[in-house]
DNA sequence: GCGACAG
DNA sequence: ATCTTGTCGC
């Protein structure tokens, strides 16, 4: 079983001052409110390294509720930090902002791979990303980071709360988006509320564990891979 | 001091 | 994230 765990180099305390300082912050400046109404467009956005020191970020936008792509936009660029556990954003974001500058149509919701609220200071990608852009964001996230659960039924939907170990707190939902598939981590980003993260993950979902903006984020940056190299 | 660690 | 061999099931 999972008896090896990854090892993460340490990383410069400077710079982790620095960033937490600047995460908790942007933390000041996170709103957690219900949306108001339905989106008309959602988009899916993932990032991915062809090769250690490249990123390529993907976009697309999807109608809702339908989940027809209607377009996909991507930028390819250097990186520059390292992967740091909790500081994901400093690494991916910029890549992701060049490439929401070339998108045409403007979404509604932002669906980001990775954490939203869930997160050791509540500042995952997902509401880094949204309040950057002051969008209504959400978290979706194949792998926990922190807080506590309770494995989710076995049912397709069900879903369990993640809680902050510490103050008890409601960070995200863990949810089985797929029958015999590890759940997801679903949490709010920005400007909406964990019920709604829930249900958009939920009504974006097509067979897939992945919901469709993400995994058809997933799937064009397959695509554009072969553009880069 | 001992675990835990998104992508 | 990325790499990688093999296995299972429709």
């Known amino acids: ?5 990854p090892y993460h180099p ?6 982790v001052r620095e960033l937490t300082a600047t995460q908790n912050e942007m933390r000041q400046r996170v709103r957690l409110e219900p949306l108001p109404g339905l989106p008309k467009l959602i988009a899916g956005l993932d990032s991915s390294f062809p090769t250690p020191d490249t990123i390529l970020s993907v976009i697309v936008v999807l109608t809702f509720p339908g989940l027809e792509l209607v377009e996909k936009v991507y930028n390819y660029g250097p990186v520059d930090l390292p992967y740091v556990p ?20 403007q979404p509604d919701v932002l669906m980001v791979d990775g954490h939203g609220i869930a997160h050791p200071r509540r500042m995952g990608i997902g509401a880094h990303i949204g309040v950057l852009l002051d969008k209504p964001s959400l978290g979706v996230a194949k792998e926990k980071l922190t807080g506590d659960y309770q494995e989710p039924a076995e049912a397709q939907g069900s879903r369990s ?14 949810l089985r988006s797929k029958e015999r598939v590890k759940p ?21 979902l097509r067979g897939y564990k992945l919901p469709e903006p993400t995994r058809l984020a997933d799937h064009w940056a397959e695509q554009f891979k072969k553009e880069v190299r």
């Open 1 to 5: 079983m999972a008896y090896y765990r």
């Open 184 to 204: 997801l981590f679903v949490s709010p980003g920005h400007r909406l509320d964990q019920a709604t993260a829930t249900t958009l993950a939920l009504r974006c």
């Open 86 to 105: 909790g500081f994901l954003s400093f690494r991916e974001a910029p890549n992701l902002l060049l490439a929401y500058e070339k998108l045409t149509t």
């Open 161 to 174: 709360p993640l809680l902050d170990k510490k103050t008890g707190e409601l960070i995200g939902e863990v």
């Open 10 to 15: 340490p990383a410069d305390p400077a710079l």
